[in-house]
């Protein structure tokens, strides 16, 4: 089950990837995305609605001013949780390249967004979503670090479910209230998961090495 259920996630993702390369030689040939093109309306139609409030406030913990805090506390949590300063570096260190990923690519590709405002953090360029992007590494590590401590697994499915929900609606908030048009957030969630699997993959193989040496040390002895 837990190997076709990583056949699907992979899957998915595959098709988002190649879908966002597409997407960016759209959008450098100045061309709206079919995708971009087909939603626009829902924008419209949420506007100033009950929707529209909801996402305007969930944005908000995708935004600097609330995740850094978050993720600082968060940090200093883990470092307590696993009595070492490693976990905290990680969440910490990966949250940030994932905003400094987001901000090359955003140069990079150039894209306006849909509309601008500050009172959103809705400034600069639109392509990839950082309120796509980031929050995925910052709320995914957390999720991780956590479970990795949980022995409860209907605990740990909670956590995931929880904080997994929590990056799609931050994510999707984005395009509700009109900042980042659909294949922004597609975009972001795919380079952020990426990046999460990345850092998991990195704390897995630093964790094993941690391991053999600490067992060839007691071998030795």
């Known amino acids: 089950m837990k190997n076709r259920s990583a056949s699907v996630l992979w ?21 709206l995305p079919y995708t971009d093109q087909w939603t626009r309306e ?5 506007h100033g609605t009950g929707i529209y409030d909801f996402f305007r406030a969930v944005t908000e913990l995708g935004s600097s001013h ?25 969440l910490l260190g990966g949250s940030l390249f994932a905003h400094l990923l987001n901000v090359w690519i955003k140069q990079l590709v150039a894209r306006e967004r ?10 600069g360029f639109s392509f990839p979503s950082g309120h796509s992007m980031i929050p995925m590494v910052c709320y995914g590590l957390m999720a991780y670090l956590l479970c990795k401590k949980i022995r409860s697994e209907k605990i740990k499915l909670a956590v995931q479910i929880v904080l997994g929900t929590l990056v799609c609606l931050i994510g999707i908030s984005r395009f509700f209230i ?34 053999r040496r600490k067992h060839s040390k007691e071998g030795s002895l």
């Open 11 to 31: 899957s998915i993702w595959l098709v988002a990837f190649l879908l966002s390369i597409v997407w960016v030689i759209q959008i450098r040939l100045e061309v």
């Open 42 to 46: 829902v924008v419209t139609l949420v």
């Open 66 to 90: 609330v995740l850094i805090p978050i993720a600082v506390t968060a940090a200093i949590a883990v470092m307590l949780l696993y009595k070492r300063w490693y976990p905290g570096l990680l």
């Open 114 to 123: 849909p509309s601008i405002s500050a009172a959103l953090n809705a400034e």
């Open 178 to 211: 009109n900042v980042h048009y659909l294949t922004d957030i597609v975009a972001g969630f795919t380079v952020g998961f990426t990046l999460l699997c990345l850092y998991i993959r990195m704390d897995r193989e630093i964790s094993d090495l941690r391991r």
